[in-house]
């Protein structure tokens, strides 16, 4: 059998919905995590479990916690209302961090609908929902993956469908051939292990699935 690796993992967006499960089933699998948050964040403290109040957009707060890490993951997300994007400064802050303390894996939810594969939503979603309602949400999202895509960090960009609060299935899609088609969805839940089955894994560096039911 083989034996467990135990990582250390910073959370960064650890306080939102995906966020949290990363972090509880971080621990769960016997991890050690950091979960970076907003100062007064409500977050319960516990074994294996070290709490770094700070700002992304503060590059020493973030450089500070990236340090003796060995992945980061960002469940960092934008509001519709809000015209700060917060993805693409955070980053700014935490790929330059990551390259100075040596740490190189990093998994990054985006959407499905970013970038080129806006191609591959229907009318609605591509015209209505992505090109006004959630304009300045997406471009976020698209300005993130520009700037992990030009370093050379050993990123995955994970491209999620409409998220829901429901269970794991356990099974879904996760295709980066743009054979994907339509604003499917897939649970946080579903996210969260994926995103952490990739922790050691090779098979989906630098590259950006998609993942829906």
Same mark, same amino acid.
């Given at each position: 059998?083989?034996?467990? =690796?135990?990582?250390?993992?910073?959370?960064?967006? /650890?306080?939102?919905?995906?966020?949290?499960?990363?972090?509880?089933?971080?621990?769960?699998?016997?991890?050690?995590?950091?979960? %970076?948050?907003? /100062?007064? @964040?409500?977050?319960?403290?516990?074994?294996?479990?070290? =709490?770094?109040?700070?700002?992304?957009?503060?590059?020493?707060?973030?450089?500070?916690?990236?340090?003796?890490?060995?992945?980061?993951?960002?469940?960092?997300?934008?509001? !519709?209302?809000?015209?700060?994007?917060?993805?693409?400064?955070?980053?700014?802050?935490?790929? !330059?961090?990551?390259?100075?303390?040596?740490?190189?894996?990093?998994?990054? =939810?985006?959407?499905?609908?970013?970038?080129?594969?806006? +191609?591959?939503?229907?009318?609605? /979603?591509?015209?209505?929902?992505?090109? %006004?309602?959630?304009?300045?949400?997406?471009?976020?999202?698209?300005?993130?993956?520009?700037?992990?895509?030009?370093?050379?960090?050993?990123?995955?960009?994970? $491209?999620?469908?409409?998220?829901?609060?429901? !269970?794991?299935?356990?099974?879904?899609? /996760?295709?980066?051939?743009?054979?994907? $088609?339509?604003?499917? @969805?897939?649970?946080?839940?579903?996210?969260?292990? %994926?995103?952490? +089955?990739?922790?050691?894994?090779?098979?989906?560096?630098?590259?950006? !699935?998609?993942?829906?039911?």
């Amino acid at each position: 059998m083989r034996a467990q =690796i135990v990582m250390r993992i910073l959370v960064f967006g /650890a306080t939102g919905g995906t966020g949290k499960l990363l972090v509880e089933k971080a621990l769960s699998a016997g991890h050690k995590v950091t979960a %970076f948050t907003r /100062a007064g @964040s409500p977050l319960n403290s516990r074994d294996g479990l070290s =709490i770094v109040g700070g700002s992304v957009f503060d590059p020493i707060a973030v450089a500070a916690a990236v340090s003796g890490h060995d992945v980061v993951l960002s469940a960092l997300g934008g509001r !519709p209302w809000r015209n700060t994007r917060i993805c693409s400064s955070a980053m700014r802050s935490i790929a !330059p961090a990551m390259k100075q303390h040596g740490v190189s894996r990093i998994l990054a =939810i985006s959407t499905f609908g970013a970038n080129e594969t806006r +191609a591959e939503l229907g009318w609605f /979603a591509r015209h209505m929902l992505f090109g %006004f309602l959630l304009r300045n949400e997406v471009a976020d999202k698209e300005a993130m993956e520009d700037l992990l895509s030009e370093t050379d960090l050993d990123w995955t960009i994970v $491209r999620v469908g409409i998220l829901s609060d429901g !269970p794991s299935r356990g099974q879904f899609r /996760a295709k980066d051939d743009r054979s994907i $088609r339509g604003m499917g @969805s897939i649970a946080r839940s579903d996210v969260a292990d %994926f995103m952490l +089955a990739q922790v050691e894994s090779e098979l989906w560096k630098r590259r950006k !699935p998609v993942l829906v039911y």
